[in-house]
């Protein structure tokens, strides 16, 4: 699998985006991004992911550049309860493929 | 509700004994993993299962065992030969093609006595 790279951590303001990025500069054609986020000894929750084209949904946006090789996911309006560690993962397609967790970066939300 | 559950929450194991961390899913899932995660660590996969009967190994195997008996369960033992078992033990589904996302249960802290 192709490996990312996050800052350690970042903070912002509640009320404003939050931009995490994502380096992943040796992702392949076939290999998707995602991200999950892990609030304090729970279980990873599932956010988004996206293959080239950028993506919405409820929770976040995935915005991908054009050669793939970095990604920024965006919580547009972030609350406290966004307080989290965020992965960013790239997964191999195939009968054997499996997500591969690093440490991800640790979003403070601030009142 | 659909769901995967894990149980127990908190675990303790003492000296040379195997203990078994449940893993049960509602969700018709086909896959099944598990996931070992250390303070301040990301997740590093145990083993994992595509269908019942069939499992494989994933980057720490060692000193663990499954078993796939049934679609819905996916035990895994410590046993005596994991000499550092003390961590956060995470159970997950997902329907198994190449980018179907997985759904995490709520975990087990496993200590050591």
């Known amino acids: 699998d192709a490996k990312t790279t996050q800052p350690t951590s970042m903070d912002c303001a509640e009320g404003r985006a939050a931009n995490l990025p994502c380096n992943h500069s040796?992702?392949?054609?076939?290999?998707?991004v995602y991200w999950y986020r892990q609030i304090h000894s729970q279980g990873p929750q599932y956010i988004i992911h996206?293959?080239?084209n950028n993506e919405t949904n409820e929770m976040a946006s995935l915005i991908i550049t054009e050669d793939r090789k970095s990604s920024t996911l965006i919580l547009p309006h972030a609350t406290l309860r966004d307080t989290a560690v965020y992965y960013c993962?790239?997964?191999?397609?195939?009968?054997?493929?499996?997500?591969?967790f690093g440490k991800g970066i640790t979003l403070s939300v601030r009142p | 509700d659909g769901g995967i559950t894990q149980s127990p929450k908190y675990l303790f194991r003492k000296e040379g004994q195997n203990v078994t961390l449940s893993c049960e899913q509602n969700?018709?899932?086909?896959?099944m993993y598990w996931y070992r995660q250390d303070p301040g660590q990301g997740l590093r996969l145990i083993y994992y299962s595509q269908i019942v009967n069939d499992f494989q190994k994933g980057d720490i195997a060692e000193g663990y065992s499954v078993s796939r008996e049934k679609k819905e369960s996916f035990p895994l033992t410590v046993t005596s030969a994991q000499k550092n078992p003390t961590a956060f033990y995470l159970c997950?589904?997902?329907?198994?093609?190449?980018?179907?996302?997985?759904?995490f249960g709520s975990g087990t802290q496993l200590s050591v006595l």
């Open positions: 969700l018709n899932h086909d896959a």
């Open positions: 040796t992702i392949s054609g076939n290999e998707y």
């Open positions: 996206g293959l080239k």
């Open positions: 997950a589904s997902s329907l198994w093609s190449a980018n179907e996302k997985l759904f």
């Open positions: 993962i790239v997964r191999a397609t195939g009968a054997n493929s499996k997500l591969t």
